[in-house]
């Protein structure tokens, strides 16, 4: 389940991210970057493993010999990342956000860095996990909720425009800094042109009547002094579980049922 996650999940802005790259939400590349992300999967004779890496720097899962889960962030080029400190050239200056350095001076902040881009791989990954039959899941979602005294309808994870809405807030590139209504109209009216202030009113108020129903089913928080939201822990196993669902051809299904 991680491997196939890890693979068909994350994309370029995703793995950029999880090693310390400010990407925007709707995933659009600096224009000055000129490297490539590349997701690669090798099974070996020990287990498996997984690979994502930006141009000289990695991170990758991998279990040892089928007893150790481990992640592993690898960083070789480090003048992307920033380090507190005081510039080289100048005796007593005050400490400033400078380029991390080569070798064990900055061998603090390396880790720091790494920890990082760990925790946000394996938070990535977490909803993959969930051994819950997903029966338990469907009859919760497909039930009203009252939410601050009024009544959400229930949501049906297998129509067309429920699961777009579902799999649209469950992107990679909102993961870490969430999404704002902006964000969801860019993908749900994907090639339709607001052309009127009328019409982005209009388009702007259903996608908060979905981002509300979605609230009242527990599947998003908002984001505390923010336009912003993020998927909760419930809602990134449904999120993830319906649309591994959707994926998955009769012969995947047949098997589980045996």
Not at 10 to 33: K, T, Y
Not at 34 to 62: T, W
Not at 83 to 95: G, L, T
Request: hydrophobic residues 35%; contains cysteine.
């Amino acid at each position: 389940n991680l491997v196939y996650h890890g693979m068909s999940t994350f994309q370029s802005p995703d793995v950029m991210r999880f090693l310390g790259r400010n990407i925007p939400p709707d995933g659009r590349l600096p224009h000055a970057f000129a490297g490539e992300v590349v997701s690669d999967l090798k099974k070996r004779p020990e287990g498996i493993r997984i690979k994502h890496r930006v141009k000289e720097n990695s991170i990758k899962l991998y279990d040892k010999q089928g007893s150790v889960l481990r992640t592993e962030t690898t960083i070789n080029n480090p003048y992307g990342f920033k380090v507190y400190r005081p510039k080289d050239s100048e005796k007593d200056a005050k400490p400033q956000w400078q380029p991390m350095r080569k070798g064990i001076a900055d061998l603090h902040r390396l880790t720091q860095v790494s920890q990082s881009a760990n925790n946000r791989y394996l938070n990535a990954l977490a909803a993959t996990e969930n051994t819950s039959p997903l029966s338990k899941w469907t009859k919760k979602l497909c039930r009203q909720v009252s939410w601050k005294k009024k009544t959400a309808r229930a949501i049906n994870p297998f129509s067309p425009v429920d699961f777009e809405l579902l799999k649209t807030v469950s992107r990679g590139e909102f993961s870490i800094a969430g999404f704002r209504n902006q964000d969801l109209r860019t993908y749900l009216y994907k090639g339709d042109d607001e052309t009127s202030s009328e019409e982005r009113r209009r388009r702007s108020a259903a996608v908060t009547r979905k981002i509300r129903l979605l609230r009242a089913h527990g599947l998003v928080t908002k984001v505390p002094h923010s336009h912003r939201y993020l998927l909760t822990k419930k809602g990134r196993i449904i999120t993830t579980a319906f649309i591994t669902a959707h994926q998955a051809d009769i012969n995947m299904l047949t098997k589980l049922a045996c």
